[in-house]
Nanobody, 121 residues
């Protein structure tokens, strides 16, 4: 089973920046999409950004202009650059990759275990 591991979370002051990383344990045969989600205490998990090969990239209104998703195919990595962080960005952040593991595999959503981001005011 492919594993995704997030890193880069931590405590930062409002206005600061963090870059989250998501590493896949192996190379996928093909990737249909990737994204970052977050879950704050007492709230439902919400989409931060979703990128699909066919549909482009969609950011939540709350992070537009501040967050940027990127990918390094050679390293099997997905990143989330977060700038101008706000206290309301505090949450556990999860990466998701929708991919085929092998040529005959079905598309599957792979999730990481999450990394905590805390923004102090």
């Amino acid at each position: 089973q492919v594993q995704l591991v997030e890193s880069g979370g931590g405590l930062v002051q409002a206005g600061g920046s963090l870059r989250l990383s998501c590493a896949a344990s192996e190379t996928f045969f093909s990737i249909n999409g990737m994204g970052w989600y977050r879950k704050a205490p007492g709230k439902q998990r919400e989409l931060v950004v979703a990128h699909t090969v066919s549909g482009g990239t969609n950011y939540a209104d709350s992070v537009k202009g501040r967050f940027t998703i990127s990918r390094d195919n050679a390293k099997n990595m997905v990143y989330l650059q977060m700038n101008s962080l706000k206290p309301e960005d505090t949450a556990v952040y999860y990466c998701k990759v929708t991919a085929k593991r092998a040529i005959l595999s079905l598309l599957y959503d792979y999730w990481g275990q999450g990394t905590q981001v805390t923004v102090s005011s």
